[in-house]
C-alpha cells in the first residue's frame, strides 16, 4: 500500500501507560470506557483481568473470535448487565431475546432481510437522504453534523419501517422515541453492583411512563397497518412493518418488540457511523477528493441506488473505514457459561468474555498503521487481506446483525446523496474526542461548516 500523502491519524485517546487503579479504573469506565486500555491490549492476542472480582477476558485474535463467538457461541451467553439494561425497553426483540425464543424470532425474521427486500428499500433511503441534503444546503454554515445525522438517520427509519403512517402527530412521536431513546442505554448504579432484581432502579420507575406511551404509539402504528394489510394487502406499502407483520411465527407484542429493536439498533448506530466518515473525509482532502471524483463521474449513470453499494467503492470504503476506527457498536459482551479455554487460556465458567471491535480494529498485529485513516483497505482488490474475523462492526456468528445489509446500504446512498452537493469541513477548535455510551460518540458534536461544492468535472 502507498502511503503518499501522509494518512490522516484519526483522534482517539492514548492507552494507559500503566494499570489503572481501582478508584480511577470505575471513574474511567463510568465517564468513558475505550479510556481504559493499556497498549497491551492493542498488542495482546487475549487478555485477562479481573474487574471488580470478576474474571474479565478480553479475546482479540481473530481465530480466538472466531472460536468463541462462531464455533462455541452456545457457550457465550449475552452479559447479564447488557440484559439487565437493554430488556426492560426491548423486551422480546431481537437484540435481547436469548434461547429458544431468540432462534424462533430469528428464523421467523430472516426472510425481512432478504437482499431482495433490503434493495427494495433503497430508493425510499435515497428519496430521503436527497431531501435532506437539499434542505442541509439551504441552511449553509456550522451545523452539528453529529445531530444533523441522527435527524437523517431517524427519517430514513420510519420512512422505511412505517412509510410514515405513525399513530399520533409526527412531533409527538418523534418527542415520544427520543425519550425512549435516551433512557434505552441508561446503566443504573444498582445493575452495576448487580443488586438483586427487586430492589427498585429509580431511573427506570421515572421513565416508566414514558416508555409505556411510546410503546402505546408503536402498538397503535402496527394495529393500522394490520388492518390495512387485512383490508387491501396489495395496496399496503411493503416496508418493514408489513414485511414483519406478514412473517408467519411472531405474535403481535413481538412484532411491537422488533419494531422498538429497530428503532434502538439501527438509527444512532449508522448515523455515528456517517458522522464520523464526514469528519474523516473532512480532514483527508486526497480522500475526498476521490469520493467526490466518483460521485461526479458515476452517479448520473446509476438510476437505481440499489447498485451504489458496489459501484462506488471509494464512497464505500470510506464509510467501512470510518467504522474500522470508531466502530458504532464498540462491545460485544458475553458471559462464560461453563468453563473453556481459549487460546491457551482458561476461562471460568461465569467470566466476563469481551470482544471489542474498538481494540480488534486498532490492533498492532492485524493492521498496518491501525490509527490512520486510510479507505485502501477496503477497495476490491486490498479486501481479501483483512480477516473475515479482525474487521466486526457488525459482530460475527448467530448474532450477526440482522441490519447489516440495510445499514451500509444506507450508509453509501446517504453518503453519495449528501456528498454530490455538499461539502463538510470540520469547524472545531479541538479534534473531536471519541467516546463510549453504547456508541462511540464524538464529545461535544461535530460542528461543521456545510456549503455547497462544485462540480469536480
Ligand atoms: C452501522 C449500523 C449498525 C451497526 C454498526 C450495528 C452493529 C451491530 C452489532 C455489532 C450487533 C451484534 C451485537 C452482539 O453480538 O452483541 C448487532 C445486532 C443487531 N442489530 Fe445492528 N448494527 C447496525 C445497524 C442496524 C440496523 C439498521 C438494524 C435494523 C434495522 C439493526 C438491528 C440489529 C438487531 C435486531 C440485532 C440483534 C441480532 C441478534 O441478536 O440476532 N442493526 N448490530
Redesign the pocket.
Known amino acids: 500500500m502507498t502511503f503518499l500523502p501522509e494518512p490522516f491519524l484519526a483522534p482517539a485517546p492514548p492507552p494507559q501507560p500503566r494499570p489503572l487503579g481501582t478508584a480511577s479504573f470505575v471513574w474511567t469506565a463510568m465517564r468513558n470506557p475505550i479510556e481504559i486500555w493499556g497498549e497491551r491490549a492493542y498488542r495482546e492476542p487475549i487478555l485477562r483481568d479481573d474487574w471488580l472480582k470478576v474474571p474479565t477476558i478480553v479475546v482479540s485474535d481473530p481465530q480466538a473470535i472466531r472460536y468463541c463467538?462462531v464455533e462455541n457461541a452456545s457457550n457465550y451467553a449475552?452479559q447479564p448487565l447488557?440484559q439487565r439494561v437493554l430488556r426492560p425497553m426491548l423486551r422480546d426483540?431481537?437484540?435481547?431475546?436469548e434461547g429458544e425464543l431468540?432462534r424462533r424470532?430469528?428464523r421467523a425474521?430472516a426472510p425481512v432481510?432478504t437482499p431482495r427486500n433490503i434493495g427494495g428499500l433503497a430508493a425510499v433511503m435515497a428519496e430521503r437522504s436527497d431531501r435532506f441534503a437539499e434542505g442541509l444546503g439551504r441552511r449553509e454554515g456550522v451545523r452539528d453534523a453529529a445531530h444533523e445525522m441522527t435527524l437523517l438517520t431517524y427519517d430514513i427509519?420510519q420512512a422505511?419501517?412505517f412509510t410514515d403512517a405513525i399513530a399520533g402527530e409526527p412531533a409527538e412521536f418523534a418527542r415520544a422515541m427520543d425519550d425512549f431513546l435516551a433512557r434505552m442505554g441508561r446503566i443504573d448504579p444498582l445493575d452495576l453492583l448487580d443488586a438483586p432484581a427487586f430492589l427498585p432502579r429509580i431511573g427506570r420507575l421515572l421513565g416508566r411512563r414514558s416508555v409505556a406511551y411510546f410503546r402505546r404509539l408503536i402498538a397503535e402504528t402496527a394495529e393500522r397497518r394490520r388492518l390495512a394489510l387485512a383490508d387491501d394487502p396489495a395496496g399496503a406499502p411493503r416496508d418493514?412493518l408489513t414485511l414483519l407483520l406478514q412473517t408467519d411465527g411472531l405474535k403481535p407484542s413481538e412484532v411491537e418488540d422488533?419494531i422498538i429493536?429497530?428503532i434502538g439498533?439501527?438509527?444512532e448506530?449508522?448515523a455515528?457511523?456517517l458522522g464520523w466518515t464526514l469528519f474523516l473525509l473532512s480532514q483527508a482532502p486526497a480522500e475526498r477528493d476521490k469520493v467526490e471524483r466518483e460521485l461526479d463521474e458515476r452517479l448520473a449513470h446509476l438510476p437505481d441506488p440499489r447498485e451504489w453499494a458496489d459501484a462506488l467503492p471509494h464512497t464505500r470504503a470510506a464509510f467501512e473505514e470510518a467504522?474500522r476506527l470508531y466502530?458504532?457498536?464498540p462491545s460485544?459482551?458475553?458471559m462464560a457459561v461453563e468453563a473453556d479455554r481459549v487460546a491457551g487460556l482458561d476461562i471460568p465458567a461465569g467470566a466476563t468474555l469481551l470482544?471489542m471491535?474498538w481494540l480488534v480494529h486498532r490492533h498492532e498485529r492485524l493492521w498496518e498503521r491501525p490509527g490512520h485513516f486510510l479507505p485502501e483497505r477496503f477497495l476490491p482488490e486490498n479486501r481479501g487481506r483483512i480477516d473475515r474475523y479482525g474487521y466486526?462492526?457488525?459482530?460475527?456468528?448467530?448474532?450477526?446483525?440482522?441490519?447489516?445489509s440495510?445499514?451500509?446500504q444506507?450508509?453509501v446512498i446517504a453518503l453519495a446523496c449528501l456528498l454530490r452537493h455538499l461539502r463538510f469541513d470540520y469547524a472545531g477548535a479541538r479534534p473531536p474526542h471519541p467516546v463510549q455510551k453504547i456508541?462511540i460518540q464524538p464529545r461535544g458534536g461535530l460542528p461543521m461548516r456545510v456549503s455547497r461544492r462544485h462540480r469536480t468535472t
Do not use: K, S
Not at 466486526?392 to 447489516?404: M, S, T
Open positions: 463467538l449475552m447488557r426483540g431481537l437484540l435481547t431475546a431468540w424470532t430469528r425474521m432481510f427509519l422505511t419501517l418493514l422488533n429493536t429497530f439498533a439501527g438509527h448506530t449508522t455515528r457511523a467504522m466502530p458504532p457498536a460485544l459482551n458475553r470482544v471491535p466486526i462492526p457488525f459482530g460475527v456468528g448467530p448474532r450477526v446483525c440482522i441490519g447489516a440495510f445499514a451500509l444506507e450508509g456508541t
